[in-house]
């Protein structure tokens, strides 16, 4: 069982960088593929960012084309941590965001493959 915290969500004019984070309780970076999500106003959770493991070692990162470029995920095995760097930030993106993971597996990221969530954080983009 891995409990998922989110922090970082906030307003942030067109344009603007936000930094997520989202810590996890115990020694849990390396046993699972990490994952962000939004939701927006009346649509469905939809994926933004993820970590995939290729070896025991190293990773791969993954990104849909609505945020490639402009977000960047990232681990900190250290501490347990997880971020999301969002750059160049639109209305559009606005949306409150989830930390998820699941269990290392070669598959694309969709919510109902996840297993595990935090609470969400909103983030606001508007002028």
């Known amino acids: 069982q891995v409990q998922l915290v989110e922090s970082g969500g906030g307003l942030v004019q067109p344009g603007g960088s936000l930094r997520l984070s989202c810590a996890a309780s115990g020694r849990t970076f390396g046993n699972y593929d990490w994952g962000w999500f939004r939701q927006a106003p009346g649509k469905d959770r939809e994926f933004v960012a993820g970590?995939?493991?290729?070896?025991?070692?190293?990773?791969?990162?993954h990104y849909p084309d609505s945020v490639k470029g402009r977000f960047t995920i990232s681990g900190d095995n250290a501490k347990d941590t997880v971020h999301l760097q969002m750059n160049g930030l639109k209305p559009e993106d606005t949306a409150v965001y989830y930390c998820?993971?699941?269990?290392?597996?070669?598959?694309?990221?969709?919510?109902?493959?996840?297993?595990?969530w935090g609470k969400g954080t909103l983030v606001t983009v508007s002028s």
């Open positions: 998820a993971a699941r269990n290392p597996k070669p598959e694309s990221f969709t919510p109902e493959g996840m297993s595990y």
């Open positions: 970590i995939r493991w290729n070896t025991r070692t190293t990773y791969g990162t």
